[in-house]
């Protein structure tokens, strides 16, 4: 099956800088990737949708200046947590598409401690 | 109502029992998704499909279109299948469930 990266799988930042998390589709090219967050014992919950080469769409009540989403190339995109705070504290997930958004495919996921 | 639910929440049992795992959903969907999330976090996705049946080793997942219900089924349990399973649906958009927690005693 194809497979979706992250990158770093854990970081430690202190509060009020940058963090910046890689999404990489391996072996497809991925033309729509997916943010998503997990709180402690939730399920996934979608931040925004990124189509190669145009703006990120955003859920409602994720801030758009604070979680910037790049998707520069068919096989990256990029999530910083601009100033971070401690509540930005969770597990962030990317998964992947290409022509067909049923199919997606998850990254392994990020745990983001802020300090 | 959630889009998605999973039965049961939390589920103990001794190794090499049989594993069933459901979901069931409300919505038109595309296909259905298990994935597992193990303690430290990473998810793995463990199976995609859309009708019948697939099996990947010990795993098997089933589904019923009519009846909008899925199984994961999991047989000689390990311990080290102790994890979070959650099923997730591709409709409109993707409805997750909140997971089943899994333990495996030895």
């Known amino acids: 099956g194809a497979v979706v990266s992250q990158h770093p799988s854990r970081v430690i930042c202190k509060s009020g800088t940058s963090v910046k998390i890689e999404c990489r589709s391996l072996?497809?090219?991925?033309?729509?990737m997916f943010w998503y967050r997990q709180f402690p014992k939730q399920s996934l919950m979608l931040m925004a949708t990124?189509?190669?080469?145009?703006?990120?769409?955003?859920e409602q009540g994720v801030e758009k200046d604070k979680f910037l989403i790049n998707h520069a190339s068919l096989t990256l995109s990029t999530l910083t947590v601009t100033s971070a705070h401690p509540e930005d504290s969770s597990f962030y997930i990317c998964?992947?598409?290409?022509?067909?958004?049923?199919?997606?495919?998850f990254g392994p996921g990020t745990r983001l401690t802020v300090t | 109502k959630n889009e998605v639910e999973q039965s049961p929440q939390n589920l103990t049992a001794q190794e090499g029992e049989f594993i069933t795992i459901n979901c069931s959903y409300s919505v038109g969907i595309s296909a259905l998704h298990w994935l597992q999330q193990h303690p430290g976090g990473g998810i793995v996705s463990l199976f995609m499909?859309?009708?019948g049946k697939k099996k990947h080793g010990r795993l098997i997942a089933t589904i019923n279109i009519q009846e909008k219900h899925s199984s994961l089924h999991i047989t000689a349990s390990h311990p080290r299948d102790s994890a979070v399973y959650i099923c997730?649906?591709?409709?409109?958009?993707?409805?997750f469930g909140t997971g089943t927690s899994l333990t495996v005693i030895p």
């Open positions: 072996d497809f090219q991925a033309t729509t």
């Open positions: 997730a649906v591709a409709g409109n958009q993707f409805y």
């Open positions: 990124s189509n190669e080469g145009s703006k990120a769409t955003y």
């Open positions: 998964s992947a598409s290409g022509r067909s958004s049923y199919e997606q495919y």
């Open positions: 499909l859309s009708s």
